[in-house]
């Protein structure tokens, strides 16, 4: 039988098996259910948007699907990858399920300038005799979108035409029932901004390439968006329900296809595409077009919770629809807020939430004063409630198409949301923790998540330092797991995030502030604010960050060390691993804060700024080794606090004020990072270059979780009070 060819559908993969490890296993063998063999009809998507209806024999591999593709739509089969979200088929196609869409694409899409090829005009069109819509994704939780998908199928087939919406930068249509009533709106993944098919003429990537959010890929916000609907837990947000439909009508939009290619002639089957399909919602406005002062506190944390939990990077006032329930109204005063209840919000257009890196999320009310109201009880129920580990199993079983990285975000980010509800922060400051002050800083967050990798990094490779030059063991190797479909996206900013890393590094272990040098001599001290930039030829991966080379690449004259032979020794001082290079670090700065008198030449101040160096010069006496290696041991922490043996400076980093610690990474940056690294070359959205958690091997996202949550609740145990915040946000920002 020979392949029917279809219109341009965003690649869908079987259910992969979930493996229970912290929520964020790997799929299963192949990352895909075990199902049995037989024939079966997968859609195969290429990158420019043409679509293959192909029906699979047992014998079939990804070479023969290849072959087909080939003869079809005259898709060249070197150099591509067949693939559904993380997965890539190389040959055995015996997992894919009934119904799958692959996506074939090129294997090396290194650069968002390579010309994208569009569907040729040639290519035959075919029904696959179903419905106009069908479900592939996302609708077993709703049976409300059932009954709408009938409304619309029959309308269609009584000819009542969609209408094309016209805001928005993707491509959106109303479709009715046969009353001519709005009744969802649909939006094809291969008309959003930078896809093949926009109608709009933002156009000019591939899907899979970096959106219009670098953080999310062209075809990849509709799956979010029915994301979003899945997570909505007892729709406590009211996202309208969605699901992911493949859906064929001629009134989509195809780039440079002939009205007789749109099958507006007769005989001609209509375009199908994979798009959200939302209901509609009757509405009076959105939020950009009214006061927001009105909007009830409840209805706002509701948006805001949610919005933190799928890390939305798109929140604006536009995408949260306003419905006037007359029957509600009901007109009451909090504090300053005086709020009508009759006002209903909705929140719409989640496709660009779950980013696949630490992005700088858009929450428009930020700064609205309902923001800065605590929760309520019913609300702080609701988020311990909030399961993140499950919240990605159901993703990953009703959404598998979805990258492991988004529910390695949602874990992320439902764990920031939990910890800091618990511990009495209200949204606004949560968000606040999550977004970047000014473009080109980093959030709270990013640094808890920069230091939290440091720190496993750190460990792993603190472990197994030995001879030669210690990088290339088992914990590096697992380190630099790496697969191809993060690569294509981590290739422009990897050279940002090493500098990042690299300047964190410095911050953390080789940058006192002036206070702790009042006194000394100047010159002695290369590595003040006004350090030169370190040595460019040293851009080392943050997969091959090694506690030895740390201090080296901002030491000016290491060469110099070398020739003195200090390299060679102090290597063994870090065999003890992470806990004694902590130490060390701690070491050398109790070292800076109370020695500062003793340092007369220059070459043992330099020696004693090494904190592998000061190892060799001072060992540590007794007393101070139990107090500096009992880090996570809060009681020896607070005597040590309160004794005078070690200043508050040289104190544990993690006793520094969260505060303080990002101010000084960030003037860091500042003094240190040169020009061209701090402009034009950062994600497309400007600002700094996003922290991904893609990069982490399983046994590095465990670790990392661990560090992460005790970080942040050293952060959050060491902020100030948040009445105070709350106060300040109320007088500063809202007028009433
Ligand atoms: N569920 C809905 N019910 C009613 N109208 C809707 C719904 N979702 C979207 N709309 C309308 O369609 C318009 C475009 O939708 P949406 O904002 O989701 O598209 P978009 O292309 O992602 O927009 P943007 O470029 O603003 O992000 C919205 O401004 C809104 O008026």
Redesign the pocket.
């Known amino acids: 039988m020979p392949p029917s060819v279809e219109s341009p559908v965003q690649a869908r993969i079987p259910i992969p098996v979930p493996d229970g490890v912290l929520g964020s296993g790997k799929k299963g063998s192949g990352g895909v259910q075990t199902r049995p063999v037989g024939r079966r009809r997968i859609f195969v998507q290429t990158d420019t948007g043409s679509v293959l209806g192909i029906e699979l024999d047992r014998a079939d591999n990804a070479q023969t699907v290849k072959k087909k593709m080939q003869a079809m739509l005259n898709v060249p089969t070197e150099q591509t990858a067949l693939m559904f979200g993380d997965t890539v088929f190389k040959g055995d196609l015996s997992e894919v399920r009934n119904d799958s869409p692959l996506l074939l694409t090129r294997e090396l899409q290194r650069s968002l300038s390579t010309p994208c090829i569009y569907p040729s005009s040639d290519v035959q069109v075919a029904m696959d005799g179903g419905q106009p819509f069908e479900v592939v994704g996302g609708v077993r939780c709703c049976p409300k979108m059932k009954r709408i998908l009938k409304q619309i199928n029959k309308a269609i087939n009584c000819g009542v035409e969609p209408v094309a919406?016209s805001?928005?930068?993707?491509g959106?249509y109303y479709f009715r029932n046969t009353n001519g009533d709005s009744v969802a709106?649909v939006?094809p993944t291969d008309e959003e901004p930078f896809a093949p098919n926009n109608p709009k003429g933002y156009i000019g990537r591939s899907l899979g390439q970096p959106g219009l959010k670098k953080t999310v890929r062209v075809g990849e916000t509709g799956v979010r968006e029915v994301a979003a609907y899945l997570l909505d837990h007892e729709n406590f947000a009211k996202v309208?329900p969605t699901a992911l439909v493949k859906v064929a009508h001629h009134a989509f939009h195809v780039n440079g296809a002939s009205t007789v290619r749109k099958g507006q002639e007769k005989g001609i089957q209509p375009v199908s595409k994979i798009a959200s399909c939302?209901?509609?919602?009757h509405?009076d406005y959105?939020a950009s077009d009214h006061g927001t002062s009105r909007f009830s506190v409840a209805a706002v944390h509701r948006i805001g919770i949610l919005d933190i939990r799928i890390f939305n990077t798109?929140r604006h006032a536009?995408?949260i629809?306003i419905r006037n329930n007359k029957s509600l109204d009901n007109t009451w005063s909090y504090s300053n807020v005086h709020v009508n209840e009759s006002l209903e919000l909705i929140p719409?257009?989640h496709?660009l939430c779950l980013p696949e890196a630490l992005e700088d999320p858009y929450f428009e009310w930020l700064h609205w004063p309902q923001a800065s109201v605590p929760f309520s009880e019913e609300e702080l129920d609701y988020i311990k409630r909030l399961d993140q580990h499950k919240d990605a199993d159901v993703l990953r079983r009703e959404l598998p198409m979805l990258r492991e990285v988004c529910f390695r975000m949602l874990i992320l980010s439902t764990t920031l949301l939990k910890r800091a509800a618990a511990a009495g922060l209200c949204l606004a400051e949560i968000g606040e923790m999550m977004s970047r002050d000014g473009l080109e800083e980093a959030s709270e967050l990013e640094l808890l998540c920069m230091q939290a990798k440091f720190e496993i990094e750190t460990e792993l490779l603190g472990g197994k330092l030995c001879c030669d030059d210690g990088y290339e063991d088992a914990a590096i190797s697992e380190v630099s797991v790496g697969e191809d479909l993060h690569e294509q996206f981590e290739f422009e900013m990897d050279h940002e995030f090493d500098h990042k890393l690299n300047f964190m590094s410095n911050d953390y272990q080789l940058f006192p502030t002036e206070s702790d040098c009042v006194g000394l001599d100047q010159s002695i001290f290369p590595l003040l604010p006004d350090l030169p930039a370190p040595a460019h030829d040293f851009n080392f991966s943050p997969r091959a960050l090694h506690p030895s080379r740390i201090p080296l690449q901002i030491w000016p004259d290491a060469s110099a060390l070398e020739e003195d032979g200090y390299l060679g020794s102090s290597r063994k001082v870090l065999d003890g691993g992470s806990s004694l290079w902590n130490g060390r670090i701690e070491y050398w700065q109790k070292l800076i804060a109370d020695k500062k008198s003793d340092m007369k030449s220059p070459r043992g101040a330099r020696a004693e700024r090494s904190p592998r160096l000061c190892a060799e010069f001072c060992p540590l006496t007794e007393e101070e080794e139990v107090l500096v290696f009992a880090d996570n041991d809060t009681k020896t922490n607070d005597a040590l606090q309160d004794s005078d043996l070690i200043s508050p400076r040289a104190m544990s980093l993690r006793s520094v004020s969260f505060h303080n610690r990002k101010q000084r990474y960030l003037d860091g940056c500042e003094h240190r990072m040169p020009a061209s690294e701090t402009t034009g070359k950062n994600n497309a959205n400007g600002g700094s270059p996003p922290f991904s958690l893609a990069d982490m091997s399983e046994k590095e996202w465990i670790l990392f979780m661990g560090h992460f949550e005790g970080l942040l609740e050293e952060a959050l145990a060491n902020r100030p009070e948040r009445s105070v915040n709350h106060r300040q946000r109320l007088g500063i920002s809202c007028q009433f």
Do not use: E, T
């Open positions: 919406v805001g928005g930068l993707g959106a709106i939006k309208p939302q209901q509609f919602v509405h959105d798109d536009g995408n629809l719409i257009d496709g």
